[in-house]
């Protein structure tokens, strides 16, 4: 049983901090008859701020739901807090940095055995980039180096958050595209799948769902392929 909350972004145009997520981590996490009234917050991808700050930055949006949010790094055994906690939330940051923070804890085969368990996960950017197999599609800079690209492998493919289309006129760099693009020439038999900005994967165990108002894209060595805002994605849980 694996239910998880893939956000693309902690924010959506000019909404504040989680805003525009608190109705989907609401529906998500106090539907009965499982209703979670505390989350550990791993804050490992967090490098301009201290991750005390980055819990308070978090906790808000919970406690707004009645939902009590826990620092996994303020816990005497991380790898026991993990197995203990009710639902594992992971922010966003720099993808390296939070990979190899929790390659640093052991952390990553207790998070899988949990969310095999039935534990809610939910991830935004870097969180949601290592529900992935790798974090191969992150946008973000190799600023530090993990033990291995390889993560959580929570869904079959591979994400791509922050997701825009096409280039500002006078940028002569490679677009989101031409990069993903280039990914699957040397990985042809992968499937990405491209979040915008406000949009987030759902899964329920064998039900996957794009939810939000704006489609995604998935990519493929068979081309692009749009995904409707809100539609069923079971499919996309088949393994290559």
């Known amino acids: 049983m694996s239910r998880l909350l893939l956000l693309s972004s902690s924010k959506a145009g000019s909404t504040g901090y989680l805003e525009h997520a608190k109705p989907l981590i609401e529906d998500f996490l106090t539907a009965a008859p499982n209703v979670i009234n505390r989350v550990l917050f791993i804050p490992f991808a967090g490098v301009g701020k201290t991750f005390d700050m980055y819990l308070e930055q978090v906790r808000p949006a919970f406690e707004a739901l009645g939902i009590t949010v826990d620092g996994v790094h303020r816990a005497p055994d991380p790898i026991e807090a993990v197995h203990r906690a009710e639902a594992i939330a992971v922010g ?65 493919f591979q994400i791509n958050p922050h997701f825009i289309s096409g280039k500002p006129a006078g940028h002569n760099g490679e677009s989101r595209e031409e990069r993903l693009t280039e990914y699957l020439a040397l990985n042809p038999n992968a499937l990405v799948v491209a979040l915008r900005e406000g949009t987030a994967l759902r899964r329920e165990d064998d039900s996957l769902q794009l939810v939000g108002e704006l489609d995604g894209v998935t990519f493929s060595s068979e081309g692009q392929r749009e995904l409707k805002a809100n539609s069923g994605l079971d499919h996309l849980l088949i393994p290559n």
């Open 92 to 156: 966003g940051g720099n993808t390296f940095a939070l990979v190899k923070r929790l390659y640093e804890a052991n952390l990553l085969t207790a998070i899988q055995q949990c969310v095999a368990l039935g534990t809610p996960y939910i991830g935004w950017s870097a969180g949601s980039n290592i529900a992935g197999p790798t974090i191969c599609t992150t946008n973000d800079m190799p600023i530090v180096e993990p033990p291995s690209f390889n993560t959580l492998g929570l869904v079959p």
